[in-house]
């Protein structure tokens, strides 16, 4: 083992300053954020002056001889971190070289200050500070069942909040020696001159607005400390996959989302929604600089492991504004009791954090159940291929799941938003999928009363294929009561409001589905296709425009309307020319004067739709459009016969504005339960 333990304080390596002393690391004299372990590493491999330390001494200088933990994880996870901190890479080092199974050494010249040639005033028997819970799992014996080593790390600001203290205000060490050189009023020409009542007043002003303007700006900084250490909004980053087995995506995919959606629940944070923390899986990008891209105060990260029946997550929480670490803690449980770890995890954040949970919320929390570990498994496949939009694939892995734990809630109301899916995307036709959807939500909320989902899945049953009007904004507002972070939520709220005509509600709670989930462009489109039907066309076009997926026919089609309704007939005609699957640029085409492409379109689709599903309004707003008001109301009636969804945007969409005034139309409205 290399010898270590030098007395020399800083070091400094090509732009790079070590002060050892108060474990501060700066680069061209900006300090660099770095935490306790990645920083003792940084020292060991500084002291070995350019041996290799190896992975059984980091091991022993990190970790004392009784700590259980996965220090093979541990290390690479402070070698990582130390080389984020450089910049540095692991592929082409600069600075730090991995001699792989051995260990790591610096490859780069270190010039020393403080030793013999000018020694710190620390000894160097001093450590750098307390070693921080290591991000890493640590096996618990199963009797425990339950949190292992979560505690509160200090929650001042800035790393020196655990180090120490220092004097950074200039001092004058001549003042002593001119005191003692004044003369000593020991006669009248030397004595203490008078000071009349004037003085004294001016004196005592001066001091009072001194300390007033002391005790202002130390209450500004202890306010803005306080600011920058409050948790408002969280990013759940994708947990790790420890055991590097693909075939195991699924399962850590899932439980980031499960823990995702746990955090939800708790009203006093905004926590982004899946789609959008997913984009930064491998992603090689700072916790700081991903905190911006997602608006948010606060990261967790971690881990899971799953061995046999038994699982272990790991996590902790990090303030994105200051890289302190505030708490990071390993759970082990039996995968039956999956469900009350992830609401456990989900407790102990709003604990560490200070916020405080309503009563309503404790229930949520604690309302879990045990699952069969193979139902379990089955749920999170079925979920991984919906994401993965294999929605047949998904609804057999949780038609499988109810078989094995018929009394799980959860699979009930996945599959009852599945069925939805199936029939939005064509697979299935609406008098099918939609009554299996609603059976598969309301045995979820007989079986769990609390499940956001469900709610939410009853409440557009209702209203997209039952056409009843009333009571869905009652299940929304109780989605969102269990769920107050849930993007899926507000976006089917804010599509209803938005159909009943009450475009600023509507477009208020899309917009809150964007917060939730700011990188998901299909939540965006949502708000941009609420722009056209509200005919703000200017925002629909600035919106749909800022998308990063605008080469898909999901941004093309509807950006391409918000042109044409505002006038913009080439812009809407060049989007549409780029449309690479089936085109449902009808009307743009019959708006923008383009009779002969419209008619094509319009027969093109209708072939389309004597083979397999297809939802025919389209091709009753191009007619509309042309002015074929008979051929309209024909395939407007189709629609109806068949409860396309689609018809329920009927009362709000600008398409239709010709057919108003027309007896039969205002017929078709009122037996959808819209008034005209």
């Not at 090689?284 to 997602?294: D, F, N, V």
């Not at 799953?306 to 790991?314: A, D, E, F, M, Q």
């Not at 938003?417 to 299996?436: F, I, M, T, V, W």
């Not at 009943?500 to 708000?527: C, H, Q, W, Y």
């Amino acid at each position: 083992m290399a010898t270590y333990g030098s007395s020399r304080a800083c070091a400094r390596f090509d732009s790079f300053q070590v002060d050892l002393s108060s474990g501060e690391l700066f680069r061209s004299g900006v300090r660099v954020p770095i935490q306790e372990q990645p920083l003792q590493v940084l020292r060991l491999l500084l002291e070995a002056d350019g041996q290799v330390v190896t992975r059984e001494d980091l091991r022993a200088a990190l970790w004392p001889k009784d700590t259980f933990v996965d220090f093979e994880h541990g290390v690479n996870t402070a070698v990582k971190k130390l080389r984020q901190a450089l910049e540095d890479s692991a592929e082409r080092p600069k600075f730090v070289e991995t001699l792989p199974k051995f260990g790591y050494r610096l490859i780069i010249p270190v010039e020393w200050d403080g030793d013999a040639r000018g020694r710190s005033s620390l000894p160097s028997a001093v450590p750098i500070a307390p070693p921080e819970p290591a991000p890493v799992p640590q096996p618990i014996p199963p009797e425990r069942n339950g949190n292992v080593n979560a505690r509160p790390t200090p929650s001042v600001a800035g790393a020196e909040a655990r180090r120490g203290y220092r004097f950074i205000a200039p001092v004058d060490m001549q003042t002593e020696a001119r005191v003692e050189q004044q003369p000593h009023p020991s006669s009248p020409a030397q004595a203490i001159p008078r000071i009349n009542r004037s003085s004294v007043l001016t004196l005592a002003a001066i001091v009072t607005t001194t300390l007033g303007l002391v005790l202002a700006l130390n209450w500004t900084r202890i306010h803005d400390g306080a600011s920058r250490n409050r948790i408002e909004s969280l990013a759940v980053l994708p947990l790790e996959n420890l055991s590097h087995d693909p075939e195991q995506e699924y399962f850590t995919d899932g439980m980031t989302e499960e823990l995702i959606t746990n955090l939800s629940k708790i009203g006093a944070l905004r926590v982004i929604s899946r789609t959008s923390v997913m984009q930064y899986k491998g992603a090689r990008k700072s916790l700081p600089q991903i905190a911006r891209e997602l608006k948010v105060d606060g990261i967790i990260e971690g881990s899971v492991l799953r061995s046999g029946s038994r699982v272990r997550i790991t996590a902790q929480l990090i303030n994105a504004q200051t890289d302190q670490h505030l708490w990071g803690g390993t759970y082990d449980r039996d995968l039956r009791d999956i469900l009350a770890l992830q609401s456990e995890v989900a407790r102990t954040v709003a604990q560490e954090i200070r916020v405080t949970l309503t009563p309503q919320e404790h229930k949520y929390l604690s309302d879990t159940q045990t699952v069969d570990p193979e139902a379990y498994q089955l749920y999170l496949r079925g979920r991984h291929y919906m994401l993965l939009d294999q929605l047949e694939k998904g609804r057999n892995y949780l038609e499988q799941a109810i078989e094995k734990d018929p009394s799980f809630a959860l699979a009930y109301a996945q599959l009852a938003d599945c069925y939805r899916q199936l029939s939005l995307s064509g697979s299935l036709r609406p008098r099918e999928a939609y009554p299996k959807a609603k059976v598969a939500a309301l045995k979820a909320l007989e079986l769990n009363d609390n499940l956001a989902e469900a709610h939410a899945a009853l409440g557009q049953i209702r209203f997209m294929f039952e056409w009843e009007w009333s009571s869905p904004e009652g299940n929304f507002k109780r989605a969102l009561q269990l769920n107050p972070s849930s993007a899926d939520v507000y976006t089917l709220y804010g599509n209803y409001l938005v159909k009943t005509g009450r475009f600023d509600e509507g477009i208020a709670a899309l917009k809150k589905a964007i917060e939730m989930d700011p990188l998901s462009d299909p939540v965006s489109v949502n708000l941009g296709w609420a722009y056209f039907n509200s005919k703000k066309y200017d925002e629909g076009i600035a919106e749909l425009r800022t998308l990063s997926s605008l080469n898909l026919d999901l941004v093309r089609i509807p950006l391409a309307f918000n042109y044409a309704g505002k006038g913009l007939y080439n812009q809407a005609l060049a989007e549409c020319d780029k449309v690479q699957g089936p085109s449902l640029c009808g009307w743009v085409y019959a708006v923008s004067g383009k009779r002969t492409e419209a008619l094509s379109n319009a027969r093109r689709l209708a072939d389309m739709s004597t083979r397999r599903y297809m939802n025919v309004i389209w091709i009753a707003a191009t007619y509309t459009a042309l002015g074929d008001k008979k051929e309209a109301l024909r395939f407007l009636e189709q629609s109806y016969s068949e409860r396309a969804v689609e018809i329920t945007f009927l009362k709000v969409a600008p398409e239709f504005d010709p057919l108003r005034s027309d007896a039969h139309f205002q017929d078709l409205l009122q037996r959808i339960g819209l008034q005209p």
